[in-house]
């Protein structure tokens, strides 16, 4: 089954080396999205990337691989993301946030050959 709906896309860049209590934010973030009901959240890391400060972030080398770029995407209703911006006003201290109007597809179930 396939579904289609209008949503919102939120998409957090932080650091591979930001933390929430000695733990990785990326980590804090993606439990309170599931403590919120949030549709899903998925984490990539990046191997190179900068940011305000223009420092390059890479694995390429040894004495440059210290916080690599972390994205989380959470997707799900307008009003459910917007609900949740108040988490990341509280664990967000360094990063940026851009929030998308997407058109999403879901696949469910499976298909009948």
Known sequence: MKL???AMR???F???DDTWHHKPLYHEIVRRARKAGLAGATVLRGSEG???HSTVH???LLDLAESLPILVIIV???DRIRAFLPELDELVRE???LLDE???IRYTGSRES
């Open 58 to 60: 890479t694995n390429r």
């Open 102 to 104: 997407v058109h999403a």
């Open 95 to 97: 990063g940026t946030v």
């Open 14 to 16: 932080i650091g591979a």
């Open 76 to 78: 799900d209703a307008e």
């Open 4 to 6: 289609t709906s209008s």
């Open 10 to 12: 939120l998409s957090i």
């Open 50 to 52: 900068y940011g305000s």
